[in-house]
Nanobody, 119 residues
Framework: QVQLVESGGGLVQPGGSLRLSCAAS????????MRWYRQAPGNEREWVAQ???????SYSDSVKGRFTISRDTAKNTMYLQMNSLKPEDTGLYYC?????????????WGQGTQVTVSS
């Protein structure tokens, strides 16, 4: 199993920045991708960004150019640097890990960290 713990959420004004962290433990060698998702009240959970084992990154169009996903393999931690935040970025941000498994890949989720962008 893989355990994921997010941190770094909070209240920020529009135009501000936050950095989220996701600390992974357990069978981290089995992780293919690590991802950030978010969910606003009344909305479905949406994919935000991902980083592969090889370091390849990709972003949703809504955050491209403003958010940066990265990882520190020595600390088993993934980050999401969020700049130029907008009110529509408000939501509960979840860390996700896609891992190898039998008979197929397995998803693990953190508990989420709240981001609120408001003046």
């Amino acid at each position: 199993q893989v355990q994921l713990v997010e941190s770094g959420g909070g209240l920020v004004q529009p135009g501000g920045s936050l950095r989220l962290s996701c600390a992974a433990s357990g069978r981290i060698f089995s992780i293919f991708y690590m991802r950030w998702y978010r969910q606003a009240p009344g909305n479905e959970r949406e994919w935000v960004a991902q980083i592969s084992n090889g370091g390849t990154t990709s972003y949703s169009d809504s955050v491209k150019g403003r958010f940066t996903i990265s990882r520190d393999t020595a600390k088993n931690t993934m980050y999401l640097q969020m700049n130029s935040l907008k009110p529509e970025d408000t939501g509960l941000y979840y860390c996700n890990a896609l891992t190898s498994g039998v008979p197929g890949p397995v998803d693990y989720w953190g508990q989420g960290t709240q981001v609120t962008v408001s003046s």
